[in-house]
């Protein structure tokens, strides 16, 4: 689905973050990828979806080379990445517009939108934080909501960067359990040995930016 070939990428020249990575994310694949703070998981993730570019190698997703913003953008709505910090994920006053905003970005109507919105709140077990002011939720409240927020796009891949990330025990345990149901290939960077566990199919381990 998903596929890096020797992409090298740094934010500034004297500090290489990745170096001649290859990566395959197929179908049916649930990939946990972890290595040590600082070793570039995020930014694998956002080189998936073209939020940084590569300064060489290529991205190859959904059948085609993907080089322009307009490419991007049609990965970006089949591949949902959760980002690491809810914070860059919700952006709308309230929940239900957050959930919104994939869908409306992607052509449907309002009354389609809204369905969307109801469905995957209630498919979460969120349906009571509908109309809820979204910065006025908890950190684990927010790590659920955004997890909508991407399902609400119905991708065929997810890129789920540190899920679990700050959640106590119950939500942690419920988060698990969903992603387990989800019939979608997935990347998962997680230090959470659970989710290994319970998750992966595979794992891969970042660090001197080589992947192994
Ligand atoms: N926007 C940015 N501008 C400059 N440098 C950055 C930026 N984002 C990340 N970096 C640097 O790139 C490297 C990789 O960061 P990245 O966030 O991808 O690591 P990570 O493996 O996800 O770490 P963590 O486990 O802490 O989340 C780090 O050295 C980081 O300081
Ligand atoms: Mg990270």
């Not at 490419?71 to 089949?78: G, Q």
């Not at 899920?163 to 988060?175: H, I, K, Q, S, Y």
Request: aromatic share 4%; proline share 4%; hydrophobic share 45%.
């Amino acid at each position: 689905m998903i596929r890096l070939e020797g992409i090298s990428f740094a934010y500034d020249p004297a500090h290489p973050v990745l170096d001649q990575v290859d990566f395959t994310l197929s179908a049916g694949e649930r990939v946990a990828l972890n290595g040590p703070n600082g070793a570039g998981k995020t930014t694998l993730l956002h080189l998936m979806v073209g939020l940084v570019r590569p300064r060489k190698g290529r991205v190859v997703a959904f059948g085609r080379e993907r080089r322009t913003e307009t490419d991007f953008v049609e990965v970006r709505s089949r591949a949902g990445l959760l980002f690491q910090d809810a914070d860059d994920q919700l952006f709308c006053p309230t929940v239900a517009e957050d959930v919104a905003f994939g869908p409306l970005n992607q052509g449907k109507s309002r009354a389609e939108a809204r369905a969307i919105v109801r469905q995957t709140l209630a498919d979460l077990g969120l349906e009571s934080l509908e109309n809820r002011v979204t910065h006025k939720l908890s950190g684990g409240q927010r790590r659920l909501v955004s997890l909508a927020a991407v399902l609400a796009m119905r991708p065929e891949a997810l890129l789920l960067d540190e899920p679990t990330n700050a959640l106590d025990e119950a939500t942690r345990a419920r988060l698990l359990d969903i992603l387990a149901g989800l019939p979608l290939a997935m990347v998962v960077v997680s230090h959470d040995r659970e989710v290994l566990d319970r998750l992966a199919t595979r794992s891969a381990w970042l660090e001197g930016g080589r992947l192994g």
